[in-house]
C-alpha cells in the first residue's frame, strides 16, 4: 500500500457551524492537498434547506474529492410528513451535488447507513444498523477485488467508546463482528463529538474504530478539529488536527497481514 492522506472529517452542523474553524479547515485542504476528504454525517443541524445549500457551498469549494454519509441531524426535524415519506431527498440532492469518486491505493470507502426516519425507542438521533444495510454494506465489501481493502464509514459509533456523548446504536455489535470477519481496515464515526481511536474485540477478530470530533459550535470536552488518516505499508496512521496546535503524534496500527486473517463465513453471520 502506498502513501495516501485522507481528512476525517464529522459533525459540521451548518446552521451552528464554527465559522473560524471552517475556515482553518479549508485551508488546511487548500494547502496540504489530501487525497481525499470523508464526512461521516450531521452536515445540517435541523436539515434546512439553507443550511444544505450552505454545506453543498463549503464542500464544493474544497477541491478535492470528497464521499460524505447521512447522519440523524440532516434527516428533517419539523418537516414530519418529509421525515416519514421521503427523509433522505435533501440529503441526496447534496449527495449528488458534492460526491466523487474516491481513489485511494489498495482501499475502497463503503458506506453503513446508521440513520432512522423512526425508531421503537423516544430518542431517534440513536443509531441503528438494520438488516438490510448491513447487507448492502457487506455485499459491496465481499464483491472488492482481491487485494483491495475496505474502510467503512458511518455516523453512528457502532458501539460505545468512551466518550462523553453515548451512540446506544442498536445492531452495531452484530455488524462490528462481520466487519471484523472480513478483515476492514476501519470503521470512521462521528456523532459523539470528540475524536477516539480504539480496537474494539468481536467474536470473529478485532476491528479499529476511529472517530471524528466537530467542526460546529457543539463542542464537548476536546476542541474542534478533524483526523488525518495516512495510509502506508507501516499501517494505517491516525493524528488529531485542532486549529492552533501541532497534530497529536500519530498512532499508527500495525495491520494484520492479509493471509493471517481467518476465512471469511458469510452463512454464519447472513
Given at each position: 500500500m502506498t502513501n495516501a492522506r485522507l481528512f476525517h472529517i464529522s459533525d459540521i452542523h451548518f446552521g451552528l457551524e464554527d465559522k473560524a474553524v471552517l475556515d482553518w479547515v479549508s485551508d488546511?485542504?487548500?494547502?496540504?492537498?489530501?487525497?481525499?476528504?470523508?464526512?461521516?454525517?450531521?452536515?445540517?443541524?435541523?436539515?434546512?434547506?439553507?443550511?444544505?445549500?450552505?454545506?453543498?457551498?463549503?464542500?464544493?469549494?474544497?477541491?478535492?474529492?470528497?464521499?460524505?454519509?447521512?447522519?440523524?441531524?440532516?434527516?428533517?426535524?419539523?418537516?414530519?410528513?418529509?421525515?416519514f415519506t421521503d427523509p433522505y431527498r435533501r440529503y441526496r440532492a447534496l449527495e449528488m451535488a458534492v460526491e466523487r469518486p474516491i481513489a485511494l491505493p489498495g482501499v475502497a470507502v463503503i458506506p453503513l447507513k446508521t440513520t432512522a426516519r423512526a425508531q421503537l425507542r423516544l430518542n431517534w438521533s440513536k443509531g441503528?444498523?438494520?438488516?438490510?444495510?448491513?447487507?448492502?454494506?457487506?455485499?459491496?465489501?465481499?464483491?472488492?477485488?482481491?487485494?483491495?481493502?475496505?474502510?467503512?464509514?458511518?455516523?453512528?459509533?457502532?458501539?460505545?467508546?468512551?466518550?462523553?456523548?453515548?451512540?446506544?446504536?442498536?445492531?452495531?455489535?452484530?455488524?462490528?463482528?462481520?466487519?471484523?470477519?472480513?478483515?476492514?481496515?476501519?470503521?470512521?464515526?462521528g456523532h459523539v463529538h470528540d475524536a477516539f481511536d480504539i480496537v474494539h474485540?468481536?467474536?470473529r477478530g478485532p476491528v479499529r474504530m476511529i472517530g471524528a470530533g466537530t467542526l460546529s459550535q457543539?463542542?464537548?470536552?476536546?476542541?474542534?478539529?478533524?483526523?488525518?488518516?495516512?495510509?502506508?505499508?507501516?499501517?494505517l496512521a491516525v493524528a488529531v488536527r485542532t486549529m492552533g496546535t501541532e497534530p497529536a503524534p500519530p498512532r499508527i496500527h500495525h495491520?494484520?497481514?492479509?493471509?493471517?486473517?481467518?476465512?471469511?463465513?458469510?452463512?454464519?453471520?447472513?
Open positions: 488546511c485542504v487548500r494547502r496540504e492537498r489530501p487525497d481525499a476528504v470523508a464526512i461521516t454525517g450531521d452536515l445540517t443541524m435541523r436539515a434546512r434547506r439553507r443550511e444544505f445549500a450552505a454545506a453543498t457551498r463549503w464542500i464544493s469549494a474544497l477541491g478535492v474529492p470528497v464521499t460524505v454519509e447521512v447522519g440523524n441531524h440532516d434527516l428533517p426535524y419539523f418537516n414530519l410528513i418529509e421525515r441503528r444498523v438494520g438488516l438490510t444495510s448491513l447487507a448492502a454494506c457487506l455485499a459491496a465489501i465481499d464483491a472488492l477485488p482481491h487485494g483491495m481493502r475496505a474502510l467503512v464509514t458511518c455516523h453512528h459509533p457502532l458501539v460505545e467508546t468512551g466518550t462523553h456523548g453515548k451512540a446506544l446504536t442498536r445492531g452495531g455489535e452484530r455488524a462490528l463482528t462481520a466487519l471484523a470477519q472480513r478483515g476492514v481496515l476501519a470503521v470512521l464515526s474485540q468481536t467474536a457543539r463542542v464537548r470536552t476536546t476542541p474542534a478539529g478533524f483526523n488525518e488518516l495516512t495510509f502506508a505499508k507501516a499501517g495491520d494484520v497481514p492479509e493471509d493471517a486473517k481467518p476465512p471469511q463465513d458469510a452463512a454464519a453471520l447472513a
